[in-house]
């Protein structure tokens, strides 16, 4: 039998192909789809050789000839769309090796979350005992028990999207003494390689809030595509925060200095070196964060409670007590003593953020 020397009689097996591709889709629920074709570099290479010694100047390639008869005959045997922008899935035929793979593209759900409760981290723990493969430790799930923001929130996501993995991109994070109440935070959950797509939100909402039982709380929960992910990484620089940051000082303190404090530090740019304590994960450099207002309530006579609107990523614990100077000018400069903080509430988080990213 004869070969053509250009598609490997490719066409013949177009039936084979596109049968083992709806077989390999089943799996997934999409609304919009598209085909890419891997050819070999050889076939290419014989196929602009035969266009330019006929002088062939029209017609289509046999990879879009190919894509569009597969593309036409799925969409006709599937009723789904084809989108070669934002496809849910994305069909890829690799001739060579006669193989098809199927890449559902990632769904990236935008919400808000509370934190109600101290001693919750953010980001999960690998399992001591096993360090994140598995074992009867952490029911193999590879994670510590220790409650944290992404424990209470990933799985759930990871389930009801029959996805292979979730991952969660906050704006910003707090630490684990810290709450963030009111508006909460915002984030935007990244969920890899779904086979359902179809998944009421509400569900996910109650789900999470009805595990985390008041400690945390999730709100706002909607679709959004990739670009509000980048957005909000990089909006967390520079979006405004509030927080209410209680310290004790060192000894009494007087409304007059608490009055040159917040003279001082309104509308300052704060010059901040990598915290002590953050140095084993960030690299040590000078960062330059803004103060926008200050205002205090005196409690006793030497604990105040200061209420501070500043820039994103500005540290608010070492704008307390300095840090050894790291950071200056610091609540701590300005009085001339030493200030330790009692409690730090994140109590605002960019509340025009759905506004600007043009959500609901
Ligand atoms: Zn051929
Ligand atoms: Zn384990």
């Known amino acids: 039998s004869k ?3 250009l598609c490997k009689n490719l066409f013949f097996n177009i039936k084979k192909i596109i049968l083992n591709i709806i077989y390999k889709i089943q799996f997934y629920e999409f609304n919009t789809f598209c085909v890419g074709i891997k050819i070999p570099s050889d076939i290419i290479k014989i196929e602009d050789e035969i266009r330019t010694k006929y002088e062939i100047t029209s017609g289509d390639s046999l990879k879009s000839f190919f894509n569009k008869i597969l593309c036409r005959i799925i969409s006709k045997r599937t009723g789904k769309k084809v989108d070669f922008y ?8 690799d ?3 006669d193989k098809i793979v199927i890449e559902p593209s990632s769904i990236y759900v935008y919400g808000r979350y509370i934190k109600n409760k101290r001693g919750i981290r953010q980001t999960r723990e690998y399992c001591d005992y096993c360090r994140g493969s598995g074992c009867s430790e952490c029911n193999y799930t ?8 992404e424990g209470y929130i990933l799985p759930v996501f990871k389930e009801k999207f029959n996805a292979e993995d979730s991952i969660l991109h906050a704006s910003g994070r707090e630490d684990i003494d810290v709450i963030t109440i009111n508006t909460g935070r915002p984030f935007v959950v990244e969920v890899r390689r779904p086979l359902k797509r179809n998944v009421e939100l509400k569900q996910i909402e109650d789900e999470i809030n009805k595990k985390a039982n008041g400690d945390i709380l999730v709100k706002n929960l909607q679709f959004v595509n990739r670009n509000v992910m980048k957005k909000i990484k990089v909006l967390s620089k520079y979006e405004e925060k509030t927080y209410l940051l209680k310290v004790k000082f060192e000894r009494p303190v007087t409304k007059q200095t608490l009055d040159f404090i917040v003279s001082q530090l309104t509308n300052r740019v704060i ?3 990598t915290p002590t304590r953050v140095l084993y994960r960030r690299k040590d450099m000078v960062r330059y964060k803004m103060v926008y207002s200050v205002e205090y309530k005196q409690i006793d006579k030497n604990i105040v409670e200061f209420t501070i609107k500043c ?19 610091s609540i701590a400069s300005l009085a001339n003593m030493n200030v330790e903080v009692l409690s730090l509430d994140v109590i605002s988080i960019s509340p025009e953020l759905e506004k600007k990213l043009n959500l609901s």
């Open 3 to 5: 070969v053509c020397i």
């Open 86 to 93: 934002n496809p849910d899935l994305k069909i890829i035929y």
């Open 95 to 97: 001739m060579k090796n």
């Open 142 to 149: 590879g994670y510590s028990k220790e409650p944290s923001i």
């Open 271 to 273: 010059s901040q070196r």
């Open 311 to 329: 820039q994103g990523g500005l540290y608010v614990k070492e704008l307390a007590h300095g840090d050894n100077n790291r950071t200056n000018p």
